[in-house]
């Protein structure tokens, strides 16, 4: 069972910016993607960033050019660098861990993911 945790919420206003971060538990995985979503008050769960086990990184098109995603060299911290905040980003944000392969080279199986239990970002005008 992996556990990300997410850390680095808070409230700034309009123009600021935030650090996030998630850790994740020791596994047994070599091959994973890990992604940020976030989830606004009465809305969907939406995708905002991600980098998958090859190193490619995408981003939601009303993030692109304002957050940066990132991994420490270890790959067990995922960071998401988000400037320029709009009040139209405040929600809690929630990094996704998907595994793909053990380090013994076997996969897993499709579909299995964990998720962290969130970190607020409140955005003020």
């Known amino acids: 069972q992996v556990e990300p945790v997410e850390s680095g919420g808070g409230s700034v206003q309009a123009g600021g910016s935030l650090r996030l971060s998630c850790a994740v538990s020791e596994h047994n995985y070599c091959k994973y993607d890990m992604n940020w979503y976030r989830q606004a008050e009465g809305k969907e769960r939406e995708f905002v960033s991600g980098?998958?086990?090859?190193?490619?990184?995408t981003y939601a098109a009303s993030v692109k050019g304002r957050f940066t995603i990132s991994q420490d060299n270890a790959k067990t911290t995922l960071s998401l660098q988000m400037n320029s905040l709009k009040p139209e980003d405040t929600a809690m944000y929630y990094c996704k861990f998907i595994p793909r392969a053990y380090c013994n080279g076997v996969s897993e199986r499709y579909g299995v993911h964990y998720w962290g239990k969130g970190t607020q970002v409140t955005i003020s005008s």
């Open positions: 980098i998958d086990s090859r190193g490619n990184v």
